[in-house]
């Protein structure tokens, strides 16, 4: 069967066998920098709303888009070519909990929206800029009990997640997404529903778009939250044929290095993305985080030198300073080399 050409985001693969993909840095992390307040949370549209709202990140493309719109294109600045949607949590199951989950396909279409506008700002031909749809985990798991006296409770299941992961697909792919991010995965069964949700709503549109998919080893055993370790969780989601596949967030960099180089040899024909923290948790720190984009910087540079890395970025910690001191360092760098699967065959539809 003949492979269906992307409907958006086509010029990728072809930019990624040409050079390292920058990947944006963390929203939470500038979005703590503006110091917001409940009432920047609230706005004048939520103003009785029940429930406290701040540090519900996903409401101000509704509250203050000027935020979320004046940090993506801080990072496109910084040289991104690729930046998330700010949509971390805005699924149903995640608003829920803000008793928000109504508002959840809204949430996606206009940070989607914003996104786009930002993009469509900066692209030029010789560096177009695309938007990444970012589906996060959610704050319930799939296949782990939150009850240690009972191990076959859950508190979310399979079709309650494939069909909010369908819905937050459907917004970002009407407010402009060129890319779905499945990302920060800790557990497998939660990615999956996402993968199917987005299969189906893809089947059902007619859309392609590239997906790639992020996981996050928790731990020095090497393992994800969920038990698998990066070999494994590679072979449970490889039947989605991912544009890229990597790891992002938890360990930073230097922790990181053993897992992302075992991706690298488990996932030979697929393009490898990774986008660590700024190192380890520092409350003491202006980021929250111990490194600075010289070590952030350095360290990404030996993932590149290594041969390792298709897109480099950064999750929690990292500033638009990080994202440009990594572009810079991985820029002198050639792509990891991909052969064979997904690659090859969208090489052919494009000829």
């Known amino acids: 069967?003949?492979?269906?050409?992307?409907?958006?985001?086509?010029?990728?693969?072809?930019?990624?066998?040409?050079?390292?993909?920058?990947?944006?840095?963390?929203?939470?992390?500038?979005?703590?920098?503006y110091k917001l307040g409940e009432a920047d949370y609230r706005g004048t549209r939520f103003a009785d709303h029940p429930k406290d709202l701040k540090?519900?990140?996903?409401?101000?493309?509704?509250t203050r888009p000027d935020?979320?719109?004046?940090?993506?294109?801080?990072?496109?600045?910084?040289?991104?070519?690729?930046?998330?949607?700010?949509?971390?949590?805005a699924t149903s199951v995640a608003q829920d909990d803000y008793g928000l989950g109504p508002l959840a396909r809204e949430m996606n279409v206009v940070a989607a929206r914003i996104a786009r506008e930002a993009c469509d700002k900066y692209s030029t031909p010789d560096k177009p800029r695309f938007v990444a749809g970012a589906l996060g985990p959610t704050p319930r798991t799939a296949s782990i009990s939150p009850d240690v006296n009972d191990p076959g409770a859950r508190n979310v299941h399979f079709e309650e997640l494939r069909a909010a992961y369908y819905e937050q697909g459907e917004g970002l792919l009407e407010g402009g997404a060129d890319v779905f991010l499945v990302e920060t995965i800790f557990d497998t069964l939660n990615a999956k529903a996402a993968i199917f949700a987005l299969d189906e709503l893809m089947e059902n549109t007619g859309e392609?778009?590239?997906?790639?998919?992020?996981?996050?080893?928790?731990?020095?055993?090497?393992?994800i939250l969920s038990g698998q370790t990066v070999t494994a969780f590679w072979h449970s989601v490889r039947h989605a044929r991912p544009l890229a596949i990597g790891l992002n967030c938890a360990l930073g960099a230097a922790l990181m290095r053993p897992y992302i180089e075992e991706l690298t040899k488990a996932a030979g024909d697929t393009f490898i993305s990774c986008y660590p923290n700024a190192g380890l948790p520092n409350p003491m720190s202006e980021t929250g985080f111990d490194e600075t984009p010289e070590i952030t910087g350095g360290l990404v540079e030996e993932f590149a030198?290594?041969?390792?890395?298709?897109?480099?970025?950064g999750c929690c910690g990292t500033t638009p300073d990080h994202i440009a001191e990594i572009a810079r360092r991985v820029g002198k760098y050639q792509p990891r080399c991909v052969h064979g699967g997904l690659f090859s065959e969208l090489l052919a539809t494009a000829a």
């Open 67 to 89: 935020v979320i719109r004046e940090i993506h294109e801080q990072y496109l600045a910084a040289g991104a070519d690729l930046i998330e949607t700010n949509t971390f949590g």
């Open 208 to 223: 392609r778009l590239p997906v790639i998919i992020s996981g996050t080893v928790t731990d020095a055993s090497g393992r």
């Open 305 to 313: 030198q290594a041969g390792f890395l298709n897109i480099a970025g």
């Open 1 to 33: 069967m003949k492979l269906p050409a992307f409907t958006r985001a086509a010029a990728m693969p072809g930019i990624m066998k040409d050079r390292i993909v920058i990947l944006d840095g963390a929203m939470g992390t500038m979005i703590q920098r």
């Open 55 to 62: 540090g519900n990140n996903e409401l101000l493309q509704f």
